[in-house]
């Protein structure tokens, strides 16, 4: 497809239990961004993939998000034994990266809408 | 460390009102600054970006930003409002060297009375 494409739109989950979302990122683009976007709170940075770099890894909140990108395409955060605070939604975009910060543009997908109950 | 606040979570204007939304940064390094904004059902889309050329920056739709160095602002602006204005728009700075992702501030929705 054309843009940032992110699975499920939206997500129901039970307290305590995984889930996997998934980020599917334009073609070519060399980094990936994942935010999480509370109601009221903004965005909130969580961890940024840049080619074969190490990610950066900082914004996670705490050990039970984790995220991967495999190939240097598709990226899957991960969140462990959800709780309610973790309702939200979450962001993934990319950008080509191709002349540093000052050519940065992120396309971000629609986002996938976690609920937590 | 950087961080952007927007001033006013929701902002109302009339139809071919002004507009004007408030972002101020802090940075520890020259800044560049951007404007998004997610329409209604929409993903973040880039309005404007100002990467230390000239320091009013015009972007889409008719919107344009001022960087104030000396007021540590980026306002963006609009001199007539359409309704199809109507958006969350959401600051954001990029410049701490370990931090390569933008730091966006809190958003601020607009609505545009007829």
């Known amino acids: 497809g054309a843009g940032v494409s992110q699975s499920p739109s939206n997500k129901v989950t039970e307290k305590g239990k995984d889930v996997e979302l998934r980020c599917d990122p334009i073609?070519?683009?060399?980094?990936l961004y994942w935010y999480r976007q509370s109601l009221g709170q903004g965005l909130e940075f969580l961890i940024y993939?840049?080619?074969?770099?190490?990610?950066?890894k900082s914004g996670l909140p705490s050990d039970r998000f984790s995220a991967e990108r495999t190939g240097g395409s598709v990226s899957t955060l991960t969140i462990q034994r959800t709780q309610q605070e973790d309702s939200a939604v979450y962001l993934c975009?990319?950008?080509?990266?191709?002349?540093?910060?000052?050519?940065?543009?992120?396309?971000f997908g629609s986002g996938t809408q976690l609920s937590v109950l | 460390a950087q961080s952007v606040t927007q001033l006013g979570s929701h902002v109302s204007v009339s139809e071919g009102a002004l507009v004007l939304l408030r972002c101020n940064y802090s940075s520890s390094v020259p800044p560049y600054l951007f404007w998004y904004v997610q329409y209604p059902n929409q993903g973040l889309q880039l309005l404007l970006k100002?990467?230390?050329?000239?320091?009013l920056v015009k972007g889409i739709n008719g919107f344009e930003a001022e960087f104030k160095k000396s007021e540590t602002s980026f306002h963006l602006t609009k001199p007539s409002a359409h309704m199809s204005d109507a958006a969350e728009y959401f600051c954001a700075v990029s410049g701490d060297t370990g931090r390569r992702a933008l730091t966006f501030g809190s958003g601020t929705r607009l609505q545009v009375q007829p």
């Open positions: 993939f840049q080619g074969n770099s190490a990610p950066d």
């Open positions: 100002y990467t230390s050329a000239a320091t």
């Open positions: 975009a990319s950008s080509p990266r191709t002349g540093g910060v000052t050519n940065e543009k992120l396309f």
């Open positions: 073609s070519g683009h060399t980094a």
